[in-house]
């Protein structure tokens, strides 16, 4: 399956943004769909993933209360809906599709294109 990401961006800190992933197939309900994001020079870490059949959401602690995982079934699309964001979100955020409940990329099968999110102070 291939993933189509849209959305990232230059904002400012305290500013909102969406990215949005596309898959290119039906993600069945079986599936977990994750967001990751790296910063330059770090590694690459987990952000959020949702269980597509029942909507089961997990996120990372240093983006609770301010990121939203959401999923349009029938469009096959998750969305990220970042709020509040802060300078140290910067990253390329990249979406992923997998079989496991896991905050682990190694658990994913199929990777977006990834987009750059910069936030400015």
């Known amino acids: 399956v291939q993933l189509v990401q849209s959305g990232g961006g230059l904002v400012q800190a305290g500013d909102s943004l969406r990215l949005s992933c596309v898959a290119s197939?039906?993600?069945?309900?079986?599936?977990?769909m994750g967001w990751f994001r790296q910063a330059p020079g770090k590694e690459r870490e987990f952000v959020a993933r949702?269980?597509?059949?029942?909507?089961?959401?997990r996120y990372a602690d240093s983006v609770k209360g301010r990121f939203t995982i959401s999923k349009d079934g029938p469009a096959n699309t998750v969305y990220l809906q970042m709020n509040n964001l802060k300078p140290e979100d910067t990253a390329v955020y990249s979406c992923?599709?997998?079989?496991?409940?896991?905050?682990?990329?190694?658990?994913?099968?199929?990777w977006g294109q990834g987009t750059q999110v910069t936030v400015s102070s």
């Open positions: 992923a599709i997998g079989r496991y409940s896991s905050n682990y990329d190694r658990d994913y099968d199929s």
């Open positions: 197939e039906r993600i069945y309900s079986s599936n977990f």
């Open positions: 949702i269980a597509w059949g029942y909507g089961h959401t």
